[in-house]
C-alpha cells in the first residue's frame, strides 16, 4: 500500500525555521507530483507547495514565494524548509501524491500523509 509520513513540524517563534519531511513508501517518483498542503482553524485546505517529480518544476503560493521550498532527494522523500516563518503559517501541514502531473486542487491527489502541525508564535 502507499503510505505517506510526515515529520518535522512542531512550535517556533516568528522569524525561525522548520523543515518538514515526507517520507514516501509504495509509491513511484517518476512523473507523478508531491505537493504540501495546509489547514489553519476555520479556514479551507490550502496548497502551499508542489514539485513534479519528473521534471523538477516546482511551484509556490504566492503567500510563501522565496520562504519556503520545496524538494526532493532520490529515495522516495519529499522536503519543505519553511524560513522567515510568520503567525499566518500556523496550520497542519500535510503532505499529499497523485499520479500524473500536479495541480492546484487537492481533491485531484490520490494519497495523503497524516498531518504534522506547525504552530507560530
Known amino acids: 500500500h502507499v503510505q505517506l509520513v510526515e515529520s518535522g513540524g512542531g512550535s517556533v517563534q516568528a522569524g525561525g525555521s522548520l523543515r518538514l519531511s515526507c517520507a514516501a513508501s509504495?509509491?513511484?517518483?517518476?512523473?507523478?507530483?508531491m505537493a504540501w498542503f495546509r489547514q489553519a482553524p476555520g479556514k479551507e485546505r490550502e496548497g502551499v507547495a508542489r514539485?513534479?517529480?519528473?521534471?523538477?518544476?516546482t511551484y509556490y503560493a504566492d503567500s510563501v514565494k522565496g520562504r519556503f521550498t520545496i524538494s526532493r532527494d532520490n529515495a522516495n522523500t519529499v522536503y519543505l524548509q519553511m524560513n522567515s516563518l510568520i503567525p499566518e503559517d500556523t496550520a497542519m501541514y500535510y503532505c499529499?501524491?497523485?499520479?500524473?502531473?500536479?495541480?492546484?486542487?487537492?481533491?485531484?491527489?490520490?494519497?495523503w500523509g497524516q498531518g504534522t502541525q506547525v504552530t507560530i508564535s
Open positions: 499529499a501524491a497523485r499520479v500524473g502531473v500536479c495541480r492546484s486542487n487537492p481533491r485531484e491527489y490520490d494519497y
Open positions: 509504495g509509491y513511484t517518483y517518476n512523473r507523478n507530483c
Open positions: 514539485i513534479a517529480t519528473g521534471s523538477g518544476n
